[in-house]
């Protein structure tokens, strides 16, 4: 009887060890699922903000762009209109006062040889040139 006493007490510690060690590896497995939903929130909670800094970037420009002053500056800036009462002036160039084409430099293409180029890779020298 006393070696059936002795035996079930060390299997028991067994099994509670055993039980143990399952319990830290789920344990374990469970905080590195954490880690890895944390940091994919940080993720997220980042590309959110950029995107409503955006949304809220976009949301001006678009009032803006609807305001009355906007139409205002197209129209004096870009297009040369004017309000009722304004007097548009158009500058006009005098008879003698032609100005002069800026004359376009001819580019003469730079001729490498070949054996230029594989003499420059062979002796790891740059290449020169004239």
């Given at each position: 009887?006393?070696?059936?006493?002795?035996?079930?007490?060390?299997a028991l510690i067994l099994v509670g060890?055993?039980?143990?060690?399952?319990?830290?590896?789920?344990?374990?497995?469970?905080?590195?699922?954490?880690?890895?939903?944390?940091?994919?929130?940080?993720?997220?909670?980042?590309?959110?903000?950029?995107?409503?800094?955006?949304?809220?970037?976009?949301?001006?420009?678009?009032?803006?762009?609807?305001?009355e002053a906007a139409v205002y500056y197209?129209?004096?800036?870009?297009?040369?209109?004017?309000?009722?009462?304004?007097?548009?002036?158009?500058?006009?160039?005098?008879?003698?006062?032609?100005?002069?084409?800026?004359?376009?430099?001819?580019?003469?293409?730079?001729?490498?040889?070949?054996?230029?180029?594989?003499l420059s890779l062979l002796v790891d020298?740059?290449?020169?040139?004239?």
């Amino acid at each position: 009887m006393n070696k059936l006493e002795r035996g079930w007490k060390p299997a028991l510690i067994l099994v509670g060890f055993a039980v143990l060690v399952l319990l830290v590896m789920d344990f374990n497995s469970r905080m590195s699922e954490l880690r890895r939903l944390t940091s994919e929130k940080e993720d997220v909670s980042a590309r959110v903000t950029s995107l409503v800094e955006t949304q809220r970037s976009l949301e001006t420009q678009v009032t803006y762009a609807t305001s009355e002053a906007a139409v205002y500056y197209e129209a004096y800036n870009f297009q040369h209109l004017g309000k009722e009462g304004d007097v548009l002036v158009v500058p006009i160039p005098a008879e003698g006062n032609q100005p002069q084409p800026t004359p376009t430099p001819a580019v003469t293409p730079l001729v490498i040889h070949n054996w230029q180029v594989w003499l420059s890779l062979l002796v790891d020298q740059p290449l020169r040139l004239p």
